[in-house]
């Protein structure tokens, strides 16, 4: 039983680990712009960082050891400080965003102040479009006569059955490919999907739970299945972003428009159990990487660690984690866009993404660590191929951004 609740609990987190703010906002912001047009790079996310966390959990189950104390030795303390750099940046830039999703997401359910955000406005704005749209249609056939009311929802946009929602995913190149604006946005939902706190969280609690050799079917099926599940999950995002906001065109500039599907399908009820969702999500998301500012600084320099530890028996590790939220909450308190820092975190991901996970394929094939279990053949040609897609992304990143203005 209580193997089964540690699989439960691990798919769970995954899930959780995978659908935070970054996910929620950029799957958004494609599925209301290009469809389902970029699937494809969700599916490509999810195998990813399949193969990148089941090499993490595997190195932490064999060795005993979290990740950045190997690195720190496995690479040297000058190649593993410059890894250590890069990927507490990028984790402290997604804690910020997650802080602003929860702040958003309470904004959006119970707020009433100049700054709130109003998703009924934003449904209101979609019903007075159709309207507008209906009559401009009324009135150019007024000219021709009687209009049956079968006719008038005529000149409406229909909104994309499934059947077109599969044929934009299996043919991807006719929803803007040849836009660079595309391609910015391929490169930030494949951040979001490999964002590498997820990485971190994992394998530091594998340590914590003290997961041996026994331990690797566990591991792998928290991999293999809650990852999965939390792209679907993605993917759905992105899909109902199509059929409420592609065909209106409408653009996604903040939080109260992600749940604009929702509310429109289902109503204030729909609604609430959205941004209770999206308040888990984010809320939960905020705790991982929190945490994983902590592993990150704590395991590198030696220093006690641990969630089940009190703050006396592990000083260090709980005043890092205290600071990150500070400095998170403290840009948020300066009035930038929480949106916007969501964007630029998952985009500074995508460049921090060869840092993060080239040291996790150099341990995982060496012997003096994993034993028998080193990489296979199968294994490393994937984390290879995999490792040449996160350069060009990391590589491509920076430009996409500055000709594309962000994507507008």
Request: hydrophobic share 50%.
């Amino acid at each position: 039983m209580k193997k089964l609740f540690a699989v439960a609990l691990g798919i769970l987190t995954a899930i959780g680990g995978f659908v935070d703010i970054g996910d929620l906002v950029t799957n958004t912001v494609v599925g209301a712009r290009y469809g389902m047009g970029l699937a494809w790079v969700v599916v490509a996310g999810i195998i990813g960082i399949c193969i990148y966390a089941d090499m993490a959990g595997r190195v932490a189950a064999v060795s005993g050891r979290a990740t950045f104390e190997i690195i720190r030795e496995r690479l040297g303390p000058r190649t593993g400080l410059a890894n250590l750099s890069a990927s507490f940046l990028i984790n402290l830039l997604t804690l910020t965003a997650e802080v602003g999703g929860i702040a958003l997401a309470m904004q959006t359910g119970v707020g009433s102040g100049p700054r709130s955000v109003d998703p009924g406005g934003h449904v209101r704005a979609v019903d007075r479009r159709l309207a507008r749209q209906v009559l401009d249609h009324g009135e150019r056939r007024r000219h021709d006569g009687a209009v049956p009311g079968g006719l008038l929802g005529r000149g409406l946009p229909a909104r994309p059955g499934l059947g077109q929602l599969a044929d934009q995913a299996a043919r991807p190149w006719t929803s803007g490919a040849g836009d660079l604006s595309y391609w910015y946005y391929a490169v930030a939902l494949f951040g979001a999907a490999m964002t590498p706190y997820e990485v971190f969280f994992f394998s530091s609690g594998a340590v914590e739970e003290g997961w041996t050799k026994k331990d690797l079917g566990t591991e792998r099926i928290n991999v293999f299945i809650g990852f999965p599940l939390g792209g679907m999950v993605s993917l759905s995002i992105a899909a109902c972003a199509a059929i409420v906001l592609l065909p209106h065109s409408i653009d996604v500039t903040s939080l109260s428009q992600v749940v604009l599907p929702v509310a429109q399908a289902g109503g204030q009820l729909a609604l609430a159990f959205a941004i209770v969702g999206i308040l888990a999500a984010t809320f939960g998301a905020a705790l991982e990487t929190t945490l994983s500012s902590g592993y990150t600084l704590a395991q590198f320099f030696g220093w006690s660690w641990g969630k089940f530890r009190r703050p006396r028996q592990a000083a260090r590790f709980h005043l890092s984690m205290i600071i990150s939220l500070l400095i998170g909450g403290g840009v948020l308190a300066t009035g930038v866009d929480p949106v916007m820092v969501t964007e630029v975190s998952v985009v500074f991901s995508a460049i921090a993404l060869p840092l993060t996970y080239f040291p996790i394929l150099v341990v995982a094939n060496d012997p003096d660590y994993m034993g028998s279990e080193v990489n296979g053949r199968v294994r490393n040609a994937l984390a290879v191929i995999f490792l040449v897609i996160i350069l060009v992304a990391a590589i491509a990143a920076i430009p996409l951004m500055i000709a594309t203005g962000m994507g507008s």
